[in-house]
C-alpha cells in the first residue's frame, strides 16, 4: 500500500464501505484511548519491550 498526502474522495460509497470505514474508525479510537489511559510507567515500559 502507498501514502501520499492527496486527498480520496469516493462520491458514492456503499453500505460495505461505510461499514468498514466505521468499524476502522472504531478501531483506530479504540486503540487511542487505550495508550491515552495508559501510565506513564506502562508506556515506557511496552515502548521498551516492542
Same mark, same amino acid.
Given at each position: 500500500?502507498?501514502y501520499?498526502?492527496e486527498?480520496?474522495?469516493? %462520491? %458514492? &460509497?456503499?453500505?460495505q ?9 472504531? %478501531? ?8 491515552? %489511559?495508559?501510565? &506513564? ?10
Amino acid at each position: 500500500m502507498a501514502y501520499t498526502k492527496e486527498t480520496l474522495v469516493i %462520491n %458514492n &460509497p456503499s453500505e460495505q464501505l461505510l461499514k468498514v470505514i466505521e468499524k476502522l474508525r472504531e %478501531n483506530k479510537q479504540a486503540k487511542l484511548d487505550k495508550l491515552r %489511559n495508559m501510565k &506513564p510507567e506502562e508506556f515506557s515500559r511496552r515502548v521498551i519491550l516492542s
